[in-house]
């Protein structure tokens, strides 16, 4: 059977040619489709998890909903060593955000001032690398504030412009300091650019009386995928009362529209595949429709109904497996190399940098796990397809099917 | 022996185009007999020959090969009996067109789990008888109408079935080819001791077969 399958199938060359290419043709449009959504999203996720947020932040509880001065993560040296222990964290880094008022000689404005280590920043943000102008905080510097570009337009300042802080302590009392401005940053993201500084948190916290405390510890993990792995051990070390949040959760928004990117995407190859099955149908429908004779006369020499169903079954099979197969191949080279060399569209992050996009580079996801099962909807599909045509021919009796015009 | 006890089969049943294409029919037809149906177009022949090789169900009547009922049998055993038991000579469209000769005269014995070697040498055999021999390689697309339709008789009694059935096995042929045909037909009868059973309203087929039975309107005038 399996012989005369493939004779059938070398027999009708231009059957056969058309129905590989086809099925070729989408399974490379698949794989490398899916490889171009999941890359973009993936690279638009980690930019944005680089920048600033990081892949899992560990704060007081509450802190997240409702955050205050009554919820900062207390004894921060002890929590860092239990960190540091925690297999699967690349580096970690404490943050303590204080709302606070800038004011120049020109203007004021409400800003997120926040301490930072500036040496372990380096380790789970692009905040060093967002510079633009002057320098990066040091562990040395006292007040001196690392500014977003779009705040320091907004207050009328450039570099070595001193601005006056006005905001509260730890202990809601009154906090005030004259800050002279070293460095100004672009991360692309407009709001965060036009209401961040930065300051050294060692000597912020002689300011804010928050030594020891934080409002936040970011940390970074080698694959954000595995996050919530990292999360869970986390949460098991340390005491109770604090919460481990992932990008999942501080990312929602972010979450929530690549999840609906990808719902149009597959509606998208939704479809296509609807287009592609029906010609596949079509074209195996004709086809088998201009062999009804001929299975017609094999019925006659005693071929079972069966026996033919598995015949026609088994040449889809080889074409769409022989097809497929290729069609992986070329797809998941396609994926690879545009994953080490990616596209570039020049002016796309200008474009799109309110979505963390903050390169020209559009890469792929080589993916094994996801290139195998795009190929297994497109062998799918092609069984599906060959369904039809051989009901339409087993309603025939053999001397119907031998008459057959 | 194959024997048919008061057939009938109607097409488009109780419908206004119904037409009683078997009513009947009862004969028998002896192991090695080479026996013609004959009569008018559209007297029943086909639809006798298909009837007896179970390739169609009758409406009422029995049939029976030796001592298998046909008319009882499900589409499964009937395909099983065509297989083991049946060769077919159509009129037309007879070879399987991605085989070869070969392949296209083995293939019903490869289909009933032949040994290789015993369908090679039965190959061979046949191809012999009918001077095909020199052809074996070829597709059926290369073959004239007669070599066509000598390499469908090969294939038919190739596997040494009970009964062959040739239907209108001439109609396409020019009266030369449809002698040598016939001959060598004859030939398989004499030395393979095959019943062969054709429909034909061909005079060259008549003069040639043993036993002529004449089918009117679906009923036996002559056996």
């Given at each position: 059977?399996?012989?005369?399958?493939?004779?059938?199938?070398?027999?009708?060359?231009?059957?056969?040619?058309?129905?590989?290419?086809?099925?070729?043709?989408?399974?490379?449009?698949?794989?490398?489709?899916?490889?171009?959504?999941?890359?973009?999203?993936?690279?638009?996720?980690?930019?944005?998890?680089?920048?600033?947020?990081?892949?899992?932040?560990?704060?007081?509880?509450?802190?997240?909903?409702?955050p205050s001065y009554d919820t900062l993560l207390e004894d921060l040296p002890s929590v860092m060593q239990t960190l540091k222990e925690?297999?699967?964290?690349?580096?970690?880094?404490?943050?303590?955000?204080?709302?606070?008022?800038?004011?120049?000689?020109?203007?004021?404005?409400?800003?997120?001032?926040?301490?930072?280590?500036?040496?372990?920043?380096?380790?789970?943000?692009?905040?060093?690398?967002?510079?633009?102008?002057?320098?990066?905080?040091?562990?040395?510097?006292?007040?001196?504030?690392?500014?977003?570009?779009?705040?320091?337009?907004?207050?009328?300042?450039?570099?070595?412009?001193?601005?006056?802080?006005?905001?509260?302590?730890?202990?809601?009392?009154?906090?005030?300091?004259?800050?002279?401005?070293?460095?100004?940053?672009?991360?692309?993201?407009?709001?965060?650019?036009?209401?961040?500084?930065?300051?050294?948190?060692?000597?912020?916290?002689?300011?804010?009386?928050?030594?020891?405390?934080?409002?936040?510890?970011?940390?970074?993990?080698?694959?954000?995928?595995?996050?919530?792995?990292?999360?869970?051990?986390?949460?098991?070390?340390?005491?109770?009362?604090?919460?481990?949040?992932?990008?999942?959760?501080?990312?929602?928004?972010?979450?929530?529209?690549?999840?609906?990117?990808?719902?149009?995407?597959?509606?998208?190859?939704?479809?296509?595949?609807?287009?592609?099955?029906?010609?596949?149908?079509?074209?195996?429908?004709?086809?088998?429709?201009?062999?009804?004779?001929?299975?017609?006369?094999?019925?006659?020499?005693?071929?079972?109904?069966?026996?033919?169903?598995?015949?026609?079954?088994?040449?889809?099979?080889?074409?769409?497996?022989?097809?497929?197969?290729?069609?992986?191949?070329?797809?998941?080279?396609?994926?690879?190399?545009?994953e080490l060399n990616p596209i570039i569209i020049k002016g796309m992050a200008e474009t799109y940098k309110a979505y963390g996009i903050?390169?020209?580079?559009?890469?792929?996801?080589?993916?094994?796990?996801?290139?195998?099962?795009?190929?297994?909807?497109?062998?799918?599909?092609?069984?599906?397809?060959?369904?039809?045509?051989?009901?339409?021919?087993?309603?025939?009796?053999?001397?119907?099917?031998?008459?057959?015009? | 022996?194959?024997?048919?006890?008061?057939?009938?089969?109607?097409?488009n049943k109780d419908t206004q185009r119904e037409v009683h294409a078997l009513d009947d029919v009862s004969l028998v037809i002896e192991?090695?007999?080479?026996?013609?149906?004959?009569?008018?177009?559209?007297?029943?022949?086909?639809?006798?020959?298909?009837?007896?090789?179970?390739?169609?169900?009758?409406?009422?009547?029995?049939?029976?090969?030796?001592?298998?009922?046909?008319?009882?049998?499900?589409?499964?055993?009937?395909?099983?009996?065509?297989?083991?038991?049946?060769?077919?000579?159509?009129?037309?469209?007879?070879?399987?067109?991605?085989?070869?000769?070969?392949?296209?005269?083995?293939?019903?014995?490869?289909?009933?789990?032949?040994?290789?070697?015993?369908?090679?040498?039965?190959?061979?055999?046949?191809?012999?008888?009918?001077?095909?021999?020199?052809?074996?390689?070829?597709?059926?697309?290369?073959?004239?109408?007669?070599?066509?339709?000598?390499?469908?008789?090969?294939?038919?009694?190739?596997?040494?079935?009970?009964?062959?059935?040739?239907?209108?096995?001439?109609?396409?042929?020019?009266?030369?080819?449809?002698?040598?045909?016939?001959?060598?037909?004859?030939?398989?009868?004499?030395?393979?001791?095959?019943?062969?059973?054709?429909?034909?309203?061909?005079?060259?087929?008549?003069?040639?077969?043993?036993?002529?039975?004449?089918?009117?309107?679906?009923?036996?005038?002559?056996?």
């Amino acid at each position: 059977m399996f012989s005369l399958a493939l004779k059938n199938i070398l027999f009708y060359k231009g059957r056969t040619l058309t129905t590989f290419l086809l099925s070729l043709c989408s399974t490379v449009l698949f794989v490398v489709y899916v490889a171009f959504m999941d890359g973009s999203h993936e690279s638009m996720l980690k930019n944005s998890l680089s920048i600033y947020t990081g892949a899992i932040q560990v704060m007081h509880a509450g802190h997240y909903e409702n955050p205050s001065y009554d919820t900062l993560l207390e004894d921060l040296p002890s929590v860092m060593q239990t960190l540091k222990e925690i297999e699967g964290i690349r580096a970690s880094t404490p943050r303590l955000e204080s709302f606070a008022l800038l004011s120049s000689e020109e203007d004021s404005a409400g800003a997120m001032v926040t301490g930072i280590v500036p040496e372990s920043e380096v380790l789970v943000s692009r905040l060093k690398e967002a510079l633009v102008k002057g320098r990066y905080l040091d562990s040395e510097d006292s007040n001196r504030l690392y500014m977003g570009e779009e705040l320091a337009k907004r207050l009328g300042v450039d570099l070595d412009d001193e601005v006056a802080l006005v905001g509260s302590a730890t202990d809601y009392s009154f906090a005030a300091e004259r800050f002279q401005i070293i460095g100004l940053f672009k991360t692309g993201l407009f709001e965060f650019d036009a209401s961040s500084a930065f300051v050294n948190k060692a000597y912020f916290d002689g300011l804010m009386l928050s030594e020891k405390m934080a409002s936040s510890i970011v940390i970074t993990v080698d694959d954000p995928e595995k996050a919530e792995t990292v999360a869970e051990k986390i949460s098991k070390e340390l005491p109770e009362g604090t919460e481990v949040l992932t990008w999942k959760k501080l990312m929602a928004s972010m979450v929530q529209a690549m999840e609906v990117d990808s719902l149009f995407g597959y509606i998208s190859m939704g479809l296509f595949f609807i287009v592609v099955f029906f010609v596949i149908m079509i074209f195996g429908f004709i086809n088998i429709s201009g062999r009804i004779r001929e299975l017609g006369l094999l019925r006659a020499l005693g071929l079972r109904s069966s026996e033919i169903l598995k015949l026609l079954l088994l040449e889809a099979a080889i074409l769409a497996f022989a097809s497929v197969l290729a069609g992986t191949v070329i797809g998941g080279y396609l994926a690879h190399f545009y994953e080490l060399n990616p596209i570039i569209i020049k002016g796309m992050a200008e474009t799109y940098k309110a979505y963390g996009i903050i390169s020209d580079e559009v890469p792929t996801r080589f993916d094994l796990f996801t290139i195998a099962w795009n190929a297994m909807v497109v062998l799918l599909l092609n069984f599906l397809a060959i369904f039809y045509p051989v009901y339409y021919i087993r309603q025939f009796t053999p001397t119907e099917a031998m008459h057959h015009v | 022996m194959v024997r048919l006890e008061h057939v009938h089969k109607y097409f488009n049943k109780d419908t206004q185009r119904e037409v009683h294409a078997l009513d009947d029919v009862s004969l028998v037809i002896e192991d090695g007999e080479f026996t013609v149906i004959t009569g008018t177009s559209g007297c029943g022949k086909t639809t006798l020959l298909n009837a007896i090789g179970a390739l169609d169900s009758v409406d009422s009547g029995r049939i029976t090969i030796d001592e298998t009922e046909i008319t009882k049998l499900d589409e499964r055993e009937r395909a099983a009996l065509r297989l083991q038991d049946i060769g077919f000579v159509f009129q037309a469209y007879n070879l399987i067109p991605v085989l070869n000769v070969a392949e296209n005269i083995g293939f019903i014995m490869k289909l009933q789990g032949y040994h290789h070697e015993a369908i090679e040498k039965r190959i061979r055999e046949v191809a012999m008888i009918l001077e095909m021999d020199h052809r074996l390689s070829a597709m059926p697309n290369e073959l004239s109408g007669g070599q066509q339709q000598r390499v469908a008789v090969a294939r038919a009694v190739a596997a040494k079935p009970k009964l062959l059935l040739a239907d209108e096995p001439t109609a396409n042929l020019d009266s030369k080819n449809s002698q040598r045909l016939m001959q060598m037909m004859k030939s398989l009868n004499e030395i393979e001791k095959t019943t062969i059973l054709f429909a034909s309203h061909d005079d060259y087929v008549m003069e040639m077969s043993r036993r002529e039975i004449i089918l009117s309107d679906g009923h036996v005038e002559k056996m």
